[in-house]
């Protein structure tokens, strides 16, 4: 445990738990887990198998499982974490990537991006099939902008053609 009177500048290493209430600033890194007390105040950048923090942390922190921000914890940094938790009066400013995709989802989206640059795939017949529901939205060709959710469809060329291949049939 590193009390309140202790500041250290520099890198910290080390391979079990550790429990830091005073001041650190500089980098750490460690196979164990980091708890920060509520009187830390760590500018650092953090590599660790897990983070619980009750103060103050100012710098981006990767770890394999989890984050925990408490109560009265305060980030700021961008988080990289298997599983993120955040207490009611927790402040975080930054961005956060937490969990890993499957490798199925990673699959549907590379799927979904050559398919739409195609504009042939299963993602034409899926809209045109949306867009054929109560309303008549696209079955006219002058009544190209009159959609409300365009932002969510394919070009207005495309539009056209699915719109073309739904009534051909």
Known sequence: MLSTDVEIKGSIKFSNDLVVDGRIEGSISSDGSLTVGENARIKAEIKTRSVIIYGKVHGNIEVVDVIELKANAELVGDVKAAS??????????????VGVPSVKAQEKASEASSSSSSNSGSSSSSNSNSNSGSSNKGSNPNDKGSSSNDKDELPLTSKTSTTNKATSR
């Not at 993120?84 to 990537?97: D, H, M, N, R, Y």
């Open 84 to 97: 993120l938790s955040i207490e009611p009066g927790a402040i975080f400013v930054g961005k956060s990537t």
